[in-house]
């Protein structure tokens, strides 16, 4: 399944895209990057003069690339059609080690331990270009293609 | 293993994943995980693969779609293990 695929399918669009490209995706995990632009919005106000990425978008970038490209890799053999894609998280358990600071490109690695009934659950870490550990942690989700009707 | 055994293994199982409003008083045979114990999709995930677990049998797609109340999770059980 070529990458552009998976990033076609994925739910999410500007400014909530957190997803750059992928490194390589197999049965057991991924890896991608993606890199925090400057002027996100978001930086105006977290923190007040003092611009670091939130934690919240460390985790949501772990997830996307982590959960949501692998599940829709995981997903290829379901011909319920394209497009119709429901994701939804259901657990999150994460520690921060390092900020991630405006313009930084980070890099996401995922695996697998299970994908069952449309469950998904993963080691996430994500990495700064100088390869520091900036977070690690599990993330869950439910992620399943809906039938067409709906 | 006999039947009031595996009702309370199944309910240990579960009260582990109830929501803070349902207590453990409220899982009844007839009780309906989604609609009456409030679990949620991924949760029930979880009550499949602790029962997975602790009654060392495999549960299949059509299982888990069957498997809407405490009695169907039994039926399921006692399925496996014949």
């Given amino acids: ?150 | 293993m006999n039947e009031n055994q595996k009702y309370d293994k199944l309910k240990a199982i579960i009260s582990t994943y109830l929501p803070d409003d349902v207590s453990v008083d409220d899982i009844q045979m007839n009780s309906h995980f989604i609609n009456e114990l409030n679990i949620n999709s991924a949760h029930l995930v979880d009550i499949v693969l602790d029962v997975e677990d602790e009654f060392d049998i495999m549960l299949e797609n059509e299982d888990m779609e069957q498997m809407q109340t405490v009695k169907d999770a039994l039926e399921i059980i006692d399925a496996k293990l014949a």
């Fill in chain 1, 1 to 150: 399944m070529p990458y552009e695929e998976i990033l076609d399918q994925l739910p999410y669009t500007e400014p909530f895209l957190f997803v750059d490209g992928l490194n390589s995706v197999s049965d057991d995990g991924t890896e991608g990057f993606y890199t925090f632009p400057v002027d996100a919005y978001f930086y105006e106000g977290h923190f007040k003069n003092h611009p670091v990425t939130p934690g919240v978008l460390l985790t949501e970038c772990c997830a996307q690339i982590g959960l949501v490209c692998l599940g829709i890799f995981l997903l290829k053999d379901d011909d319920k059609g394209y497009g119709n894609l429901l994701v939804a998280m259901s657990s999150a358990e994460m520690e921060y080690l390092a900020p991630v600071f405006p313009g930084e490109k980070v890099t996401v690695t995922s695996e697998k331990v299970y994908f069952r009934f449309n469950k998904l659950k993963c080691q996430v870490r994500m990495f700064n270009a100088q390869k520091e550990l900036v977070c690690k942690g599990t993330i869950s989700g439910m992620i399943k293609k809906n039938s067409s009707e709906q």
